[in-house]
């Protein structure tokens, strides 16, 4: 990946999709992820990175093929090699296991702690009772707790898997003290986590895995998986804001809710959607 940001060109890359001219140092143009006149959307030569002071949309290369061609983590890498002219190795991407099963394993690792520790910790149970979830809610979504010293977990792992499925903000565990909320794939697996705080003065309130080859945000919805398995979700599916939402809507009898994962929703979401239900009905606050 390294290797290949070096030697592609964004501006190259960018300048297919969009116009763009020449501003001093940096290039200029119509922002593609929000509605503009005037051009806020900036490609920089130097950093290889694009950024919109509109809307903050910002990345390398690879972000943004992400996120205007839909493509997938390991597509928008082999296209980009590709172009390029590069071979892509033969590890990683191609054969999925063992790096990408060992990842999952990893999370459903991560996952299971995190559960076995809200076990164990009362006053986290009494937090959520408080909130006035049912124990019920709490199993069915397989809720959490990551305490703040997370040495079992982290002991047994390599810091560089850990880091991969995004276990990691820089050396330490990125959930710590936190509420923990798997999100998983359609199959089931967990493939990311959100994290809240039950400390009101704590920033932010809510924090979710960064993006890897396991998690695109764009294309998940929390809560899909479970809902899923109910036939009611055939007639209609209820897309809400938040784990919350979801989980309270789930405990009084609407189990066929989902919850954006902190951004806009996006065609791929609406195309998962549209497999499982005729309607879809938009409830944000
Ligand atoms: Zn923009």
Redesign the pocket.
Known sequence: IHTLLGTIDIVTIIGKQVQLKKSRHEFLGL?P??D?KTP??TVSPKKQFYH?F????HGNAIDFLMQTQNHAFPEAISFLAEQAGLTMPKTQLDDKPPFFQEGLALLQKAGQYYQAHLNQTTHMQDYLKDRGLDETMIKHYALGYAPKNQINLFKNAPQKRLDDVGLLQGRHPKFQDRIIFPIHNRKGDIIAFGGRTCHPDIKPKYLNSRETPWFQKKTELYGLYQAKQLKETAQSLFVVEGYMDVIMLAQHGIGYAVATLGTAISSTQIKKMKQLTQTIIFCFD
């Open positions: 922002c992820f929000h503009e806020s959307f919109c509109g809307c903050h949309a």
